[in-house]
């Protein structure tokens, strides 16, 4: 009996040791799927200028969820969207969000001005700007420009300049030790999605983006953006 019980184990051996490199390639496999944090509900994230009809003026929008934003990082990456080319300047500020009506408001955390912009997905490092949010303070982040149409264009002459805005709201709030150490020893294509289940979307999508960044033209981490847009309501802004 002891033979045989003897036996058994050993031939399960091979298939559990070939069962857990399974398991985490599946994971690894995985798309983000967004939980968004139990902090509050309310509808957060503000688009202003183009409407839907409007096919002349820009869609400007900064890529974050309908509510509050979460990060992981004092010193977040954040990434926003331009449907075309524009020459006019684009104003980006970060400020406390309750400064933003205080007469008395302290000078915003971050505040540029960016020259002549090109068509698609921005990327905002706070580190290279020597900036740092506090944790537990909420931000709001804006863009901003008026926008007319181009001297020589036909509608020059119907269109009132527009000012084109998109502002929304984030929260950087430490990852717990648990949620630190999963991202810790996950593999790089596996994070946006642990991000995305505990609620991080500026860390899912910033780590997502940096997949996309190393490898452009893979299908798979282009479906993963395409769904995570489509979770926050954003693919009317990005999709052409």
């Given amino acids: 009996m002891k033979t045989r019980h003897l036996l058994r184990m050993v031939l399960l051996l091979p298939i559990i040791a070939f069962t857990a490199p399974i398991l985490a390639e599946d994971q690894a496999q995985e798309g983000p799927i967004y939980v968004p944090p139990d902090i509050d509900g309310q509808p957060d994230r503000l688009v202003g200028g183009a409407s839907r009809s409007d096919t002349l003026t820009p869609r400007l929008t900064v890529l974050s969820p309908p509510t509050l934003g979460l990060t992981s990082h004092p010193q977040p990456v954040l990434y926003w969207f331009l449907s075309q080319d524009i020459a006019t300047p684009i104003r980006l500020v970060i400020m406390n969000v309750a400064d933003r009506l205080d007469l008395d408001r ?43 149409p181009p001297a020589g264009s036909e509608a020059r002459g ?47 999508l910033a780590t997502l983006q940096d997949l996309i960044e190393q490898m452009p033209r893979e299908p798979r981490y282009l479906d993963w953006r395409r769904s995570l847009f489509q979770q926050a309501a954003l693919e009317r802004f990005v999709s052409p």
């Avoid at 490092?125 to 709001?140: K, N, S, V």
């Avoid at 929260?171 to 717990?176: D, F, I, T």
Wanted: no cysteine; charged share 20%.
């Fill in 106 to 148: 302290q000078p915003p955390l971050l505040e540029l001005q960016l020259e002549r912009v090109r068509a698609g997905i921005h990327r905002l490092a706070l580190a290279e700007h020597g900036i740092a949010l506090q944790a537990g303070t909420r931000y709001d982040w804006s863009i901003e420009f008026a926008w007319s």
């Fill in 158 to 204: 119907d269109v009132q300049p527009v000012q084109v805005m998109s502002r929304s709201t984030l929260l950087y709030q430490p990852a717990r030790t648990e949620l630190a150490a999963q991202v810790s020893s996950a593999a790089a294509d596996a994070r946006p999605a642990i991000y995305a289940r505990a609620g991080y979307w500026y860390d899912s």
